[in-house]
C-alpha cells in the first residue's frame, strides 16, 4: 500500500527565513494531495491540496510543489513567523474515489523571533 | 466550512472497561474516519464508514469496534481498553466529490490506566 516518508520530524529556524518540509509517497497512482497544519492542543486544518502533476500552489506566505514524476511534495514558508509555529502534515490519497488518505508522520517547525 | 464535534474532549478510563467515543458532523458528508495520533506516526486510520450502516476497518483496527447510526453520527468503541490505546483520536469526514478532503473534529484525548 502508500507509504508516505515526510522530512524532517523537527525544524526550527529564525523569524524571516524560509522552511522546507518535504513528503515523497510511493503509488504512482495517488491523485490528490494535501498539507495540513496543527497548532498545539488543537485540531488540524487544511493548508492547501493540490493535484497536478508538477503544480506550485501559492498561499499565504507558502508554496506547495508537487512533482509526480519523482513523486514529491514539499511545502515551503517563505518567510516563517512565530505564528506558523505548528506541527505540519502531508496526506496523499490512496486512489481516486475512496476518499482515503495516508498521512506522513509530521514536522514539528519552531519559528524562532 | 464543515463542522465536526467530538464528545467527550478528554477522558479518563480503567484498564479493562469500555470506552465509546462520539462523533458529530453537520455537513452531510457521506463519509467519516477514526483516527488515532501518536507522536512518531502521524495519524493511523482505525475504522472508517461510508453511510450510515456501513464500517470498514482501516489500518490499525484491532481493539476497536465502529459504529455508524445515522449519516451524522459516528463512534468508536473501546470494549475492553488497554494502556496501549492512550492516545489522542481525531474524527474526520469527507465526500469523494470533494476531492477526497477531510475535514476534522477537535479530538478525543484518552488516558487508559
Known amino acids: 500500500g502508500e507509504q508516505v516518508e515526510q522530512r524532517p520530524p523537527h525544524l526550527s529556524v529564525r523569524e524571516g527565513d524560509s522552511a522546507v518540509i518535504t513528503c515523497t509517497y510511493t503509488?504512482?497512482?495517488?491523485?490528490?494531495f494535501f498539507w495540513y497544519k496543527q497548532e498545539p492542543g488543537a485540531s488540524l486544518q487544511l493548508l492547501m491540496k493540490v493535484f497536478s502533476s508538477t503544480e506550485i500552489n501559492e498561499g499565504q506566505g507558502f508554496t506547495v510543489l508537487l512533482n509526480k514524476k519523482d513523486k514529491r511534495l514539499s511545502l515551503n514558508l517563505t518567510a516563517a513567523h512565530p505564528g506558523d509555529s505548528a506541527a505540519y502534515f502531508c496526506?496523499?490519497?490512496?486512489?481516486?474515489?475512496?476518499?482515503?488518505?495516508?498521512f506522513g508522520t509530521g514536522t514539528r517547525l519552531q519559528v524562532l523571533p | 466550512e464543515a463542522a465536526v464535534t467530538q464528545s467527550p474532549r478528554n477522558k479518563v478510563a480503567v484498564t479493562g472497561g469500555k470506552v465509546t467515543l462520539s462523533c458529530n458532523q453537520t455537513?452531510?458528508?457521506?463519509?467519516m474516519y477514526w483516527y488515532r495520533q501518536d507522536t512518531g506516526h502521524g495519524l493511523r486510520l482505525i475504522h472508517y464508514s461510508y453511510g450510515a450502516g456501513s464500517t470498514e476497518k482501516g489500518d490499525i483496527p484491532d481493539g476497536y469496534k465502529a459504529s455508524r447510526p445515522s449519516q451524522e453520527n459516528f463512534s468508536l468503541i473501546l470494549e475492553l481498553a488497554t494502556p496501549s490505546q492512550t492516545s489522542v483520536y481525531f474524527c474526520a469526514s469527507g465526500d469523494i466529490g470533494d476531492q477526497d478532503t477531510q475535514y476534522f473534529g477537535p479530538g478525543t484525548r484518552l488516558l487508559v490506566l
Open positions: 503509488d504512482p497512482n495517488s491523485y490528490y
Open positions: 496526506a496523499v490519497s490512496v486512489s481516486s474515489n475512496t476518499n482515503k488518505v495516508v
Open positions: 455537513n452531510n458528508h457521506n463519509n
